[in-house]
């Protein structure tokens, strides 16, 4: 594999770690960096284009819970015509506190992305996600 690859790899998953750390940090500046102004996303109840009526749909989601974790692991990236299909496996933890009750709703759930490369960093054109189980329980 060509250094060009690795990095174009590195890029990727760097990607992803912004999307994570700017949802849980509540940098939505951060999140919109990562769309391509024209990108287009569809997430349960939700199928839009525009990084700025993504972002505004994540700022409401997660403005439920006083926090979020999202862990991305196994990554999947093929290389064809000049962009990448990428799969990111994420488990997602959510924190909700109802009248002195907390409780912790898990996600796990994959991201299937089309990424190019804009400059010198690479951005989400398309998204689509794909829960795969929920958990809710008592935060201890």
């Not at 500046?29 to 990084?51: L, T």
């Amino acid at each position: 594999m060509s250094d060009s690859r690795l990095e174009d790899r590195q890029a990727i998953r760097e990607v992803m770690a912004r999307y994570a750390h700017g949802l849980d940090s509540r940098d939505m500046d951060m999140v919109a960096s990562v769309f391509a102004q024209d990108a287009y996303a569809e997430y349960p109840n939700f199928k839009d284009s525009g990084v700025d009526k993504i972002t505004d749909m994540l700022r409401n989601a997660i403005s439920r819970f006083q926090g979020t974790l999202h862990f991305m692991g196994n990554q999947l990236v093929e290389f064809k015509n000049g962009k990448a299909d990428v799969e990111t496996y994420c488990i997602a933890h959510h924190i909700r506190a109802e009248g002195g009750n907390g409780q912790i709703l898990i996600v796990g759930l994959r991201y299937y992305d089309e990424m190019a490369p804009r400059g010198d960093h690479w951005v989400i054109q398309k998204r689509r996600i794909n829960i795969l189980w929920r958990e809710t329980r008592p935060v201890q």
